[in-house]
């Protein structure tokens, strides 16, 4: 119920430093804005322009990267507010009214994904990376929900599976 934000460079330091080569991953600075917005968090992100206001070539790619996930996936972030459940190990949850996201970093290899949302009366569910596609078929146990998933996740650095519920 408090609004907060994270604020993160890009690398190392605070502005530009020429021998400052320590430039996070897109995986790390995506993984990072998933897991502050599961949170109800802002992440705000220092790109660190050079002297001459311009930015430095690793910035520009990793937005563009960055800019890529959010195409496909920028629905279960923006809007959303902090997860209901406990974080999972292999990823984390974000929520809108009617949809709850599930932002999977470690794909399954056993080809599920097991929610403890049981609550939910689940109307569909689907991988944002096919727009909605290929329904993913649900079981319900007593304490989760079973989402049946492709072998092969649709994203290496976040596979983002939603579920609408009523």
Known sequence: GVDWEVCMTMNTTWGYSDHDH???SP???????VDIVSKGGNYLLNIGPKGDGSIPRESIESMRAIGQWMDVNG???YGTTASPYERPSWGRYTK???KLYVHVFDWPQNGTVE????EL???RAYLLADSGQTLLKTDKKSDVLVFHVPRQAPDNIASVIAIEHN
């Open 115 to 118: 929610v403890p949302a049981t």
């Open 96 to 98: 809108k009214p009617g």
């Open 121 to 123: 009366n689940v109307t």
């Open 22 to 24: 320590a430039w996070k």
């Open 27 to 33: 995986e790390t600075m995506i993984r990072n804005l």
């Open 75 to 77: 629905e279960a972030i």
